[in-house]
């Protein structure tokens, strides 16, 4: 158990500030979040070049520290060093809040475990903000960041994630969204799904329509620039399945590497199932499978 208390009491620990940077319009730059960068020690950063930019935009001379999933594990203990000397540190991504595409959640791990105070300094995030404006039900959602990129993994994923009824966000490169719907389309059938494209800059563009609409559109105008897939959760009516079905989901799942007990829970939301009572019915099935 380990209660942190952000702003009061003392530490002789410098703090560990998330700060979020734009995702393409730097009028999305908070105060909050430029008054911490001028004000901490370090910044560790994704790209140093890229974030020189923007320090040099909000006239902010902090020094920087190269911090990427290439170096990550060799500079996570020097900066866990800088911060038990009493020294703040920044953390920023190339674009958006820290940790969801680069290695900033294992450097949080290890501040963690230090009793290292870990601060966000909320701003732009590329999935939340296409979602809002998609048009599909932003309640319940999923963000899985970027899909696997060959086409068996990717189908793979899609099969285990098939009846989730959440929608489903995204990230996609524009040189893969044409193949990516194609396996969605072989998976999910053709549901509704939103291209985000070039979010918060001039070329701001949203694509809504079913798979096959997309695909239609795309084909004759090649994409550019960064995307988001925005796709429709599956149909609230749940299909009635006996458990003979179930146990063989379970096993399909297991067999593509998910935990057991992940598995069970899984398919028991899909299904609606009370999941201790499947979790008893599953093993009393694997126990008499062994004794068969």
Not at 83 to 88: E, M, R, T
Not at 134 to 155: C, D, E, N
Request: with cysteine; aromatic share 8%; net charge negative.
């Amino acid at each position: 158990m380990q209660i942190q208390k952000s702003f009061k009491g003392h530490t002789p620990y410098g703090k560990l500030y998330l700060v979020a940077t734009p995702i393409g319009n730097l009028d999305d730059m908070t105060f909050r979040a430029i008054h911490t960068l001028k004000e901490v020690d370090w910044i560790a950063a994704e790209d140093t070049r890229n974030t020189g930019l923007l320090l040099k935009h909000f006239e902010i001379s902090t020094k920087q520290i190269s911090f990427h999933e290439h170096n990550a594990k060799e500079k996570i203990p020097d900066l866990i060093g800088l911060l038990k000397q009493g020294q703040n540190l920044a953390q920023v991504s190339d674009a958006g809040m820290p940790s969801i595409s680069d290695p900033g959640h294992d450097l949080v791990k290890a501040a963690i475990e230090e009793d290292i105070a870990v601060v966000t300094v909320p701003g732009a995030s590329a999935g939340i903000s296409a979602l809002i404006a998609s048009g599909l039900a932003p309640q319940p959602h999923i963000f899985y960041g970027f899909l696997p990129r060959k086409s068996g993994q990717q189908k793979q994923f899609f099969e285990v994630k098939e009846a989730y009824p959440e929608t489903q966000i995204f990230y996609e490169s524009p040189h893969r969204v044409a193949d990516t719907l194609e396996n969605m389309l072989e998976v999910y059938g053709d549901r509704s799904v939103v291209l985000v494209r070039e979010l918060t800059k001039i070329f701001e563009e949203y694509q809504r329509g079913t798979i096959t609409e997309l695909l239609e559109s795309i084909s004759q105008t090649p994409l550019k620039g960064e995307c988001l897939l925005i796709v429709e959760g599956a149909s609230q009516e749940v299909e009635d399945k006996d458990e003979e079905d179930l146990f063989s989901e379970i096993q399909d799942r297991i067999q593509q590497g998910m935990k057991k007990n992940q598995a069970i829970k899984e398919v028991a939301k899909i299904y609606q199932w009370n999941k201790s009572q499947l979790y008893a019915a599953y093993h009393e099935w694997e126990d008499n499978q062994s004794n068969d």
